[in-house]
């Protein structure tokens, strides 16, 4: 983990409109997005960093935006530390803290009842399935000898296709992505809402065996590292 870029991200946790301040305001507004938020991104830095609600939101997308902004410092807090099934729960039960599914005890906890990807005919895990999946997911991860965009492209989609909470599995995903990017000095991609249909598309076209799709369009996004290179170099 010992990288320049890095080591200016934790650097720059307590400054504003620093490098740490706009991965995290990039990588909130584009994964939320992505799950329906409405929140724009003037809306969503005056909430991130004056604590201010502008506009028209659900209780659950404010909420929900707030809690992200925890998540996002969890994630930098847990780099280096190995993914666990309680890790992954921690971060899901912080996602949904005080939300709908919260008040119907289905925030950090697997799945109890099955679910899809909605749009898509994905052979989706059922919920007795998603430890033992999510165990065999987590071997194999920690066994690769190095760290690639085409092991984090694979990971992303056996993790979407365990599909292991009740909802918030793609930000969850992406999270998790965001971890295994920093951990390994990777390119920094952020999946963007802009080409949301091409992320998703990318995603239906893989199978278990060929994460082709799903790599090329990681390697064809921006490196955020380069976009905003003035900021840390």
């Excluded at 965009?149 to 599909?163: D, K, Q, T």
């Amino acid at each position: 983990m010992d990288n320049q870029f890095l080591n200016k991200l934790l650097e720059t946790r307590e400054i504003k409109n620093s490098l740490y301040g706009v991965l995290k305001h990039n990588f909130l507004y584009h994964s939320n997005k992505i799950e329906g938020s409405t929140f724009t991104t003037e809306a969503l830095a005056l909430l991130l960093d004056k604590n201010v609600v502008t506009g028209r939101h659900t209780l659950d997308d404010v909420q929900e935006t707030v809690n992200s902004s925890y998540v996002f410092d969890m994630i930098i807090d847990s780099l280096g530390e190995k993914t666990t099934h309680n890790f992954f729960k921690k971060l899901h039960s912080s996602l949904m803290f005080n939300t709908t599914l919260h008040s119907r005890s289905m925030a950090g906890i697997y799945k109890t009842i099955p679910n899809m990807i909605i749009g898509t005919n994905a052979d989706i895990a059922q919920p007795f399935e998603v430890e033992p999946k999510l165990d065999e997911l987590i071997e194999w991860y920690y066994n690769q000898k190095e760290i690639t965009m085409s092991s984090i492209a694979e990971f992303h989609y056996r993790f979407e296709l365990i599909h292991p909470f009740q909802d918030g599995n793609g930000r969850i995903g992406r999270f998790l992505m965001l971890k295994q990017m920093l951990e390994n000095n990777l390119p920094v991609k952020i999946v963007s809402w802009d080409n949301e249909d091409l992320y998703r598309n990318s995603l239906s076209l893989c199978s278990i065996g060929d994460y082709t799709h799903l790599t090329l369009y990681l390697e064809n996004l921006e490196d955020f590292r380069e976009v905003y290179k003035m900021l840390w170099r």
